[in-house]
């Protein structure tokens, strides 16, 4: 088959040394790619032809939608950074940008408003940086422009400890806010000035104490593990700080080094060593004891955790996403688009003032059209990625073949110990799930990989 990844898995089954081989080269370079969708955002392109919005959405298979908005400031870029964000804190280029974002929104709705939002999530950068005025507008917006009721869909926002206030917490909970994300990476101040990070603990721990007074229904933190300098007794400190908050969810990353990016791939190492897996088996033991469920790699959650309000439905593994902002990524059923991607500064900030200065909102002209093959593996990567695990049956529904037999490849990971079959689901085994950014990067169509790898980055 054109698209099998290793068309002699057989014979790498049926050799106990092949396979062995086969694993072990997974397992020695166990952090390659974090694939939080597929395909890669550096695979998007210029499209050829600029394709109407209106005709994208009307042909969308999702029942409902998850709107995302995406505000690209933050106080400050840190040393594992790569996403599209600038460190830009002026209130008036602030307030153009919700002006540009609102004209998008004016502009889509027409197209999107006739099915519910299910999920909204405001995410960046930092929303919290802007004014509370501001951060006021983008809920407006949400609700007045598209059609979101806070009273149905879950809701997410990402906050940073030096903006959490009482004023924006006050906004946060008049719109019935289901979850709060805070970014904390460590609570080790010299951790933190090693990512570059301007972040003192006593201020994580002010935040933190004021979102709790605020009982929203899921708070999350985020960890990172791998920093410069940290050793398993301070990674352990950090996780042990961040539990004593109780919060519902935890999400532990281990840090990566990219193009552009100020931390360096060989600040990764501690005496030569690469000590991410043992923070992580560590991570996973301590989250076990105090009661978390783990749902994929990186997330971790109390399982009673959830919203107080009767949620609206949504699946199809992230399509039917509208991702309104500079940055943002939007995800039909064939068509995966956005505006450009870029790490620079000097780009990022063209991209920006490109966005603003934009009247017309209705095409898009930068994304990637999937193929049968994309949606395929993407289904696959989307499941299997997590504890959920890849419904046979689903997959045999959606494209009335056997994912088995579209990609026997798959086998690999069943025979290695990597996956099992149970009840119909394929699903990773714990050491498996440990492997995940290793599986998911080995996964990745020809095609795709080649149009990740000729990405240049400004």
């Known amino acids: 088959m054109s698209h099998t990844a290793y068309p002699n898995y057989l014979d790498i089954i049926q050799n106990p040394d092949t396979l062995r081989s086969w694993k072990n080269s997974l397992a020695s370079d166990p952090y390659r790619s974090y694939l939080y969708s597929y395909p890669h955002k550096t695979s998007y392109r210029k499209l050829e032809t600029k394709l109407p919005l209106s005709e994208l959405w009307n042909k969308e298979l999702a029942d409902t939608f998850f709107l995302y908005m995406h505000i690209p400031f933050c106080g ?62 983008l809920f407006q917006i949400a609700k007045n422009v598209i059609g979101m009721d806070p009273t149905q869909a879950s809701i997410s926002v990402e906050t940073s400890p030096e903006t959490v206030t009482s004023e924006r917490l006050d906004i946060l909970k008049s719109w019935q806010v289901d979850r709060i994300s805070m970014g904390i ?41 791998g920093l410069p300098g940290q050793t398993i007794e301070s990674w352990m400190y950090s996780l042990d700080r961040a ?7 935890i999400f532990i990353y281990p840090l990566y080094t990219r193009e552009l990016t100020i931390i360096k ?15 992580y088996n560590a991570a996973q033991e301590r989250l076990f004891e105090h009661g978390y469920t783990q749902y994929s790699m990186r997330r971790f959650a109390k399982a009673e955790a959830g919203s107080e309000k009767p949620l609206l439905p949504y699946g199809c593994h ?31 900030a ?50 009335t073949t056997s994912a088995l037999d579209d990609y026997p490849e798959l086998n ?28 998911g990067d080995w996964f990745i169509s020809p095609e795709i990989r080649a149009h990740m790898d000729s990405c240049v980055l400004s």
């Open 76 to 137: 400050a870029r840190c040393g594992f950074c790569n996403l599209f964000t600038l460190p830009d804190k002026r209130a008036d280029v602030h307030a153009e940008y919700v002006d540009a974002l609102e004209r998008q929104a004016e502009q889509w709705a027409p197209f999107i408003q006739n099915k519910p939002i299910a999920r909204f999530a405001i995410g960046g950068g930092t929303p919290t940086l802007l004014a509370p005025a501001q951060l006021d507008r």
């Open 185 to 225: 990476q460590s609570f080790v101040e010299a951790e933190a000035e090693a990512i570059y990070r301007p972040q003192k603990p006593q201020e994580v721990e002010r935040a933190l104490e004021q979102l709790k007074l605020y009982q929203f229904p899921i708070l999350n933190l985020d960890l990172i593990y």
């Open 243 to 249: 539990l004593s908050y109780e919060p519902e969810e």
């Open 265 to 279: 791939p060989e600040q990764i190492r501690q005496s030569g060593e690469d000590q991410r897996l043992r923070f």
């Open 318 to 348: 992230d399509e039917g996403m509208i991702g309104l902002g500079c940055g943002a990524r939007s995800y039909t059923n064939s068509v995966h688009y956005s505006s450009r991607y870029s790490v620079g500064r000097s780009a990022t």
């Open 350 to 399: 063209s991209i920006i003032a490109d966005y603003v200065a934009t009247t017309d909102y209705t095409l898009a002209d930068y994304g990637i059209v999937l193929s049968k093959d994309d949606q395929q593996r993407r289904l696959i990567l989307q499941s299997l990625l997590h504890t959920e695990g890849l419904a046979l049956g689903n997959y045999a529904e959606r494209f």
């Open 412 to 439: 690999l990971l069943l025979h290695s110990e990597l996956a099992v079959i149970e009840h119909e689901v394929l699903r990773l085994t714990k050491e498996g799930l440990m492997y995940s950014d290793a599986i």
